[in-house]
């Protein structure tokens, strides 16, 4: 990102009224830059997909293998929350576009408007999430630290019950602050008797990739603020314009890959269950 | 300007006579001396060259485990070495030389130092990533010498569960997160060269105007970047599975071992082709400035790349057919692997078709690309007899499939790498090395090689599993036969590690154009290029390989 800064003395080139600031020595303009960020992005988006993709393998080879256990594993996700997320999701792709549009057409205050809007929509789908996962730690659901499948059926099976005639909202509600009835964690040897049954093992491995997709998916996120930061940080100084605009578009596709990671993950892991019509 | 040496057999001596106008005095190796000016380098010439020391260490490193394999097998009792020793032995000749030689090899060193210059722009496209792609292949060489110095692996390069995940000992954790680091390193890498030969070509520079190193190159990062992240998420796989105690590839909770196998050759198989694809462009260049002829079939050596990087994707379950693939699938991946052989075919022929009536030399390169040709040709035909289903029953994990590999990825990648190396010495340097050395020591890894390896088809035939450190008395000669032949190969290998440092310090300086080729690197930079490879935009006329100008300027010099 330095200014360009020719050691030799020979023609560097042709265009001699000087260079843009924000162009690297070794390319012959803008637009070459331009296209060559833009297409190193998608590059790196490609490998993101072969990433995912042995996940999803993984995902596809074990859901034909205990397709019942899985849509059972499946019931045991929130599906409201699970849309909520979406939506806040597919929001702060909206705010990322608005951004990208922002810098082209050069107004740094909006590009920082829409930059924080993006941010805080990604925060609420993480904190969404950490009520998600501080859940399945409670009832047990997450394989190696307490897993225990029976337990977390009978738990689950309880609050159906209990919240049947709540009204949507306060059920809503709840699942943020509502507080649990105290049960007796499982025992130590309830726990090793439920590890050897296979229906629990299918299902642990259902969590575990849940857990693994989800975390690696949520991890992208994380990653997503730093960069946010830092092109927020540049636009603060007036870096982008309709002559350079680069970097946050290339951010702009790498957030709304993001999403449609989760776009994937939310059917497959969330509405397996209800979408094969088991458990309920 | 017509520093064009015509006579390639008096290559050292002419070396200086037309020098008419004096050398800039900076060039890309003397413009900066400070050791931070190599380390933080973002120039894409000396990131190749820290890459070179780094796989050159690698090299002997990897090569000093597969001698400590050889001298286990003079003997049929393992007397050198216990049982576990040699498993590690060979664990660390494999991930060493897979990893951490063969795969940046060609494309981290000759594709970094060349391909900007081949396609006439001034560095690659992401220098800092390039920087970025030294350092973490450098971090996970870090990651496997600590696996290393805690007692080892003993899995085998291909770290199978459950060999990895039940029965393994603490270390597979770290060598597997070595080979997760610098899978991002290869991933940086072609991710660099695509978009560089996409977005960065010189104005007239077209596709198809492009050397085949470079189509080569092109290919190999395609497989770089759709390969890769499947290892990577595999190795992180086997990481929960480690960590978490479930079963993702354990059968006792559920888990599924041949998944592992799947998804690690999805990524492991195409790398052959990582490995090999670079030294099929390597060949290219070579036959063509050698015989002073345009390459026969241009196009279709250029496709073929292409297509051996797409027929390498479909075939990876042929290392499965003895792991209960069902009878159907195994016949799709068969016939598909028999499929690979087509492009490959084509390249060889196109070779040979332009070695005809060519003005062939026998300038050392040269001698490495026979020798690549004639052992990538025997490599490619055993890979047959394994494609073919009945036969693989009884070849699969013996040494014929060891001495298969060898000859595509030590006697064609190797011989490859070692002719390129050879071929761009005098432009990456500036120095000419010693020819009769160079010829001698080709000849040494040719005849060393056939010996170290030829006698493992008949070992393998013969029933000789792979990876046991003992063996019936009956095989001891074809091993003994063998390991002398290794020895040979050693010596091979290890005299260019003599003169040609030598010829950097103390070398003749060397022309532009010592062997009279046509692509830019010859014709338009210096040797050694300068900081910024051009003084002024390369001109892209013509097809890549026309040595009718050549012809014509040599004509006006020798009258």
Known sequence: MSATNTKSDTAQSHDNHGHHPSLAHHFVSLEQQHEANILGMWMFLVTEVLFFGGLFTAYTVYRLKFNTMFQEASNQLDITLGCLNTVVLILSSLTMAMAVRSAQIGKTKQILNYLGATAILGLMFLGVKYFEWKHDFEIHLVPKANFCWDYAKERRKEADHHEKDKPFVSKLIGKFVGHHEEHAPPSAAEIAKDHKNPESQQARIFFVLYFAMTGIHALHMIIGFGLIAAVAYWASRGTYGPEYYTPVEVLGLYWHFVDIVWIFLFPLLYLLGAHLGAGH | ?559
């Open chain 2, 1 to 559: 300007m017509s520093a064009i040496n015509l006579d390639r057999r008096v290559v050292g001596e002419a070396a200086s006579t037309h020098e008419a106008t004096p050398k800039p005095a900076t060039n890309y190796l003397n413009h900066e001396t400070t050791i931070a000016s190599w380390l933080l380098t973002l120039d894409h010439k000396r990131i190749g060259l820290l890459y070179l020391v780094g796989i050159s260490l690698m090299f002997v490193l990897g090569g000093a485990f597969a001698g400590l394999i050889r001298l286990e097998l003079m003997t049929p009792k393992g007397d050198l070495l216990t049982g576990d020793v040699y498993n590690k032995s060979f664990t660390a000749h494999g991930v060493v030389m897979i990893f951490l030689f063969l795969i940046p090899s060609i494309p981290a060193v000759l594709g970094n130092f060349l391909l900007p210059i081949m396609i006439g722009t001034k560095d690659v496209a992401f220098p800092r990533l390039n920087l970025l792609s030294f350092y973490v292949y450098a971090a996970g060489g870090v990651f496997l010498a600590l696996a290393l110095l805690l007692g080892g692996v003993d899995t085998g390069w291909t770290f199978y569960t459950p060999l990895s995940s039940t029965y393994a000992n603490g270390n597979v954790m770290v060598a597997a997160l070595g080979v997760f680091v610098i899978g991002f390193s290869s991933i940086l890498t072609g991710l660099n060269f695509v978009v560089t030969i996409h977005r960065m070509r010189a104005p007239g520079m077209t596709w198809f105007r492009m050397p085949l190193f470079v189509w080569a190159m092109y290919a190999t990062s395609l497989i770089q970047i759709l390969g890769t992240p499947v290892v990577a998420i595999t190795i992180a796989l086997v990481g929960f599975e480690r960590f978490l105690g479930v079963g993702i590839f354990d059968p006792r909770l559920g888990g599924d071992p041949i998944l592992f196998q799947h998804l690690f050759w999805f990524y492991s198989h195409p790398a052959v082709y990582i490995m090999i694809l670079p030294s099929l462009g390597v060949a290219s260049e070579l036959v063509s400035t050698f015989s002073r002829k345009g390459v026969f079939g241009y196009h279709i050596i250029a496709c073929s790349s292409i297509a051996i990087a797409i027929f390498g994707f479909v075939v990876w379950a042929h290392h499965m057919f003895t792991s209960g693939l069902s009878q159907y699938a195994a016949m799709v991946f068969s016939v598909l692997t028999f499929s690979v052989a087509i492009p490959s075919g084509i390249k060889v022929f196109s070779w040979l078709a332009t070695m005809y009536k060519g003005s062939v030399s026998l300038a050392s390169p040269m001698i490495f690309f026979f020798g690549f040709i004639g052992l990538f040709t025997i490599g490619g035909m055993t890979g047959l007899f394994l494609s073919t289903l009945g036969t693989d029953i009884h070849l699969h994990d013996t040494y014929f499939v060891v001495a298969h590999f060898h000859y595509i990825m030590v006697g064609g990648a190797i011989m490859g790498f070692m002719g390129g190396i050879h071929y761009w010495w005098p432009k990456i340097t500036g120095r000419m090395y010693n020819e009769t050395l160079a010829k001698i020591s080709a000849a040494l890894i040719f005849v060393g090689f056939n010996f170290t390896f030829f006698p493992q088809f008949f070992l393998g035939y013969m029933g000789m599993p792979r990876r046991y450190h003992e063996y019936p008395e009956e095989l001891q000669v074809l091993n003994v036969l063998s390991t002398v032949g290794a020895s040979v190969l050693a010596i091979g290998y290890l005299t260019p590690g003599i003169y040609l440092p030598f010829s950097f310090f103390f070398g003749k300086k060397a022309p532009k154009n010592p062997w009279g080729a046509t692509t830019l690197e010859w014709t338009e930079c210096e040797s050694p290029p300068s900081p910024h490879n051009f003084d002024h935009n390369p001109p892209v006329y013509d097809h890549v390989y026309d040595y009718s100008t050549l012809n014509k300027e040599a004509a006006v010099v020798s009258h």
